[in-house]
């Protein structure tokens, strides 16, 4: 079993920062990509960005040059430094890992739980 835990949501200014974490924990042998998405009410879940093992990272146009991921393996972790908040980014933004459990065993996708950003005045 593998948890996903996310925190750094919350209430913000248009043109604010925040930085959100994600950890996972449990049975972990390897962790492939990593990556951040998010849910606006009434739409779809939508990818933000992703980063691999190897560190390449993926955007969504509407958060390039705004938003910078990032990972520590050693921590098993992944993260979200958002600048230049907009009230357009308010959403549930969930964690999501691609994890195997043990040498040669596949890769299954975990999500978190989800934590909420609202950008706000």
């Known amino acids: 079993q593998v948890q996903l835990v996310e925190s750094g949501g919350g209430l913000v200014q248009p043109g604010g920062s925040l930085r959100l974490s994600c950890a996972a924990s449990?049975?972990?042998?390897?962790?492939?990509?990593m990556g951040w998405y998010r849910q606006a009410p009434g739409k779809q879940r939508e990818m933000v960005a992703t980063?691999?093992?190897?560190?390449?990272?993926n955007y969504a146009d509407a958060v390039k040059g705004r938003f910078t991921i990032s990972r520590d393996n050693a921590k098993d972790a992944v993260y979200l430094q958002i600048t230049r908040l907009k009230p357009e980014d308010t959403a549930v933004y969930f964690c999501?890992?691609?994890?195997?459990?043990?040498?040669?065993?596949?890769?299954?996708?975990?999500w978190g739980q989800g934590t909420q950003v609202t950008v706000s005045s």
């Open positions: 980063i691999s093992s190897s560190s390449f990272k």
């Open positions: 999501n890992a691609e994890i195997s459990p043990g040498r040669g065993i596949s890769e299954y996708e975990w």
């Open positions: 449990g049975s972990i042998f390897s962790i492939n990509t």
